[in-house]
């Protein structure tokens, strides 16, 4: 198994992390943007980025981009873990 070094805030605003402006909604899901990279720098594209809720369910699945980019929207507020492999 890879190993992969990854450098975000988890669950801050979702202001934070867009490029676009936030949205005035309440009902605005908080987002996680990143770049997945191996331990020596390497973009890693096609990696698994699981978001897991308190429970342990997975609550949303993407894989990173050909650049290795991906964006995690949670499906509500709260707490969550991000697991990428």
């Known amino acids: ?29 908080p987002a996680v943007r990143g770049v997945v ?3 020596s720098g390497a973009i890693v594209s096609g990696a698994e980025i699981d978001l897991l809720d308190t429970n342990g369910t997975v609550a949303c699945i993407v894989h990173s981009g050909g650049d290795g980019s991906f964006r995690v ?8 873990t991000l697991v990428i492999s």
């Open 37 to 39: 990279a191996d331990t």
């Open 1 to 29: 198994m890879r190993s992969f070094a990854l450098a975000v805030l988890l669950l801050a605003p979702a202001a934070a992390f867009a490029s676009e402006p936030a949205a005035t909604s309440s009902s605005a899901a």
């Open 73 to 80: 929207v949670a499906p509500h507020s709260g707490s969550f």
